[in-house]
């Protein structure tokens, strides 16, 4: 009965997802979630409240969404992954189970009827320690990103947030974490900016302290920085075994620098080549995240990637936005998105013919490219959101005295708005 359980909650459950048992993601407001896919409104906790990592990987809140997940029932902190699954997208909760489901008999029949954990082992390691960052990205906001801060004010008169938010009492948060360190196996580093986050350095400075250099690490960065003060994040890259590095890179050019504000395109790529030369056998990949802005011209930008040898035709990592929802590919009307379809099988097609050149594998383009063709064919379209995405974009370029529609002509078409032009 028990392999049973096992094998429906590894393989078939729809719900079941093993983070809550070997992780507890952090916000730099302190709160603290199931996971980073989690949705950040419906934390289980919040350090500055509750000051004790091991009472919050206990929380009613936390408890509740173990149980649901052992009675195979849906979890609303949960629906980002059951949407991205609908559309065919390998997720954080698949990635969990296959990871982790080696622990699965040590923690499920363990864990009590109301959810709770008698031990906590921090296998899986995401904490968001600040919202440094030096870039302001169209669909991010001041909770991630400090560069945010004085557009906000500017848009939004009665703003009154601080401008760098971070975990606190952090020196209490670092003494806790530190013992959980040792049982950490997979470590995902985001922002805020990584490379400009002072905490992740100690951290893995302890780890190469302790040796413990076999853990799989993963960076996603803006990749515009290689420094930090005296640091050189390639020096580090190339002490551990297994580095993953995945640039948040939605598209290049005049593109790249107005979707995420602070790009300067030529320092991102001269920081790829200075990656290739100083750690070549680092893996390295582009996680774009696809949106109304970059859908038009990302496999434009991907190809020519692939052609100058700066990234490797499947080492690519395709997010769908969904939120915020009138920055989606759902604003697309239903008319207007056969031409798009087109593109991404033409452009799939020709990076799979890449892959069998160099006999590389080819699963994240089939997985990736077909999960936003299936997105465009099946999402249905929400046009009511034209005029919150109007006004947004609107009063962000007032500020930044920008114009969206200069540096993406093709979304004139989408709006209807051909007078613009005019």
């Given at each position: 009965m028990q392999k049973m359980k096992k094998k429906f909650h590894l393989e078939t459950s729809k719900f079941f997802c093993l983070m809550p048992w070997v992780h507890l993601h952090f916000l730099p407001d302190s709160s603290a979630h199931a996971?980073?896919?989690?949705?950040?409104?419906?934390?289980?906790?919040?350090?500055?409240?509750?000051?004790?990592?091991?009472e919050l990987y206990n929380s009613k809140s936390a408890c509740q969404l173990r149980k649901n997940m052992m009675d195979e029932k849906p979890s609303p902190e949960c629906?980002?992954?059951?949407?991205?699954?609908?559309?065919?997208?390998?997720?954080?909760?698949?990635m969990s189970n296959e990871s982790f489901g080696k622990y699965w008999d040590g923690l499920i029949p363990e864990t009590k009827n109301d959810g709770q954990l008698t031990d906590f082992k921090m296998r899986y390691l995401d904490i968001r320690f600040s919202n440094i960052c030096n870039f302001k990205c169209q669909t991010c906001g001041p909770l991630f990103s400090s560069a945010w801060y004085d557009d906000q004010k500017a848009l939004y008169s009665g703003y009154s947030s601080l401008k760098i938010n971070r975990i606190e009492p952090m020196n209490q948060f670092m003494s806790q974490i530190q013992p959980l360190l040792d049982d950490v196996e997979k470590v995902y580093f985001a922002g805020g900016e990584p490379i400009v986050t002072e905490e992740i350095y100690q951290i893995m400075d302890y780890w190469l302290a302790k040796l413990h250099l076999g853990l799989e690490l993963s960076f996603t960065t803006n990749f515009s920085l290689i420094q930090f003060k005296e640091k050189n994040i390639l020096d580090y890259w190339n002490k551990f075994k297994h580095v993953r590095i995945s640039a948040s890179l939605d598209d290049s050019g005049p593109r790249a620098e107005y979707l995420r504000k602070g790009t300067i395109w030529k320092n991102i790529e001269s920081n790829r080549n200075k990656m290739l030369s100083a750690c070549p056998k680092v893996y390295f990949e582009i996680t774009p995240t696809i949106s109304l802005f970059n859908v038009w011209h990302f496999p434009e930008f991907h190809l020519d990637w692939v052609k100058r040898n700066l990234v490797e035709p499947n080492n690519i990592r395709l997010n769908i936005l969904t939120n915020p929802r009138h920055m989606t590919l759902s604003l697309i009307p239903l008319k207007k998105r056969k031409k798009l379809i087109t593109k991404w099988i033409e452009a799939r097609d020709h990076l799979l013919e890449?892959?069998?050149?160099?006999?590389?594998?080819?699963?994240?383009?089939?997985?990736?490219?077909?999960?936003?063709?299936?997105?465009?064919?099946?999402?249905?379209?929400?046009?009511?959101?034209?005029s919150a995405f109007l006004e947004r974009l609107s009063k962000v370029d007032a500020v930044r005295k920008e114009s969206l529609f200069d540096v993406f002509p093709e979304l004139i078409e989408i709006f209807e708005l051909r007078e613009i032009n005019e």
């Amino acid at each position: 009965m028990q392999k049973m359980k096992k094998k429906f909650h590894l393989e078939t459950s729809k719900f079941f997802c093993l983070m809550p048992w070997v992780h507890l993601h952090f916000l730099p407001d302190s709160s603290a979630h199931a996971c980073c896919m989690s949705d950040s409104k419906k934390p289980v906790g919040n350090f500055s409240i509750t000051p004790s990592i091991k009472e919050l990987y206990n929380s009613k809140s936390a408890c509740q969404l173990r149980k649901n997940m052992m009675d195979e029932k849906p979890s609303p902190e949960c629906q980002r992954c059951y949407e991205l699954e609908s559309h065919g997208v390998y997720t954080l909760r698949k990635m969990s189970n296959e990871s982790f489901g080696k622990y699965w008999d040590g923690l499920i029949p363990e864990t009590k009827n109301d959810g709770q954990l008698t031990d906590f082992k921090m296998r899986y390691l995401d904490i968001r320690f600040s919202n440094i960052c030096n870039f302001k990205c169209q669909t991010c906001g001041p909770l991630f990103s400090s560069a945010w801060y004085d557009d906000q004010k500017a848009l939004y008169s009665g703003y009154s947030s601080l401008k760098i938010n971070r975990i606190e009492p952090m020196n209490q948060f670092m003494s806790q974490i530190q013992p959980l360190l040792d049982d950490v196996e997979k470590v995902y580093f985001a922002g805020g900016e990584p490379i400009v986050t002072e905490e992740i350095y100690q951290i893995m400075d302890y780890w190469l302290a302790k040796l413990h250099l076999g853990l799989e690490l993963s960076f996603t960065t803006n990749f515009s920085l290689i420094q930090f003060k005296e640091k050189n994040i390639l020096d580090y890259w190339n002490k551990f075994k297994h580095v993953r590095i995945s640039a948040s890179l939605d598209d290049s050019g005049p593109r790249a620098e107005y979707l995420r504000k602070g790009t300067i395109w030529k320092n991102i790529e001269s920081n790829r080549n200075k990656m290739l030369s100083a750690c070549p056998k680092v893996y390295f990949e582009i996680t774009p995240t696809i949106s109304l802005f970059n859908v038009w011209h990302f496999p434009e930008f991907h190809l020519d990637w692939v052609k100058r040898n700066l990234v490797e035709p499947n080492n690519i990592r395709l997010n769908i936005l969904t939120n915020p929802r009138h920055m989606t590919l759902s604003l697309i009307p239903l008319k207007k998105r056969k031409k798009l379809i087109t593109k991404w099988i033409e452009a799939r097609d020709h990076l799979l013919e890449f892959c069998e050149n160099r006999s590389h594998p080819k699963h994240n383009i089939l997985d990736g490219y077909n999960s936003i063709i299936h997105y465009l064919e099946n999402e249905p379209e929400e046009l009511d959101l034209h005029s919150a995405f109007l006004e947004r974009l609107s009063k962000v370029d007032a500020v930044r005295k920008e114009s969206l529609f200069d540096v993406f002509p093709e979304l004139i078409e989408i709006f209807e708005l051909r007078e613009i032009n005019e």
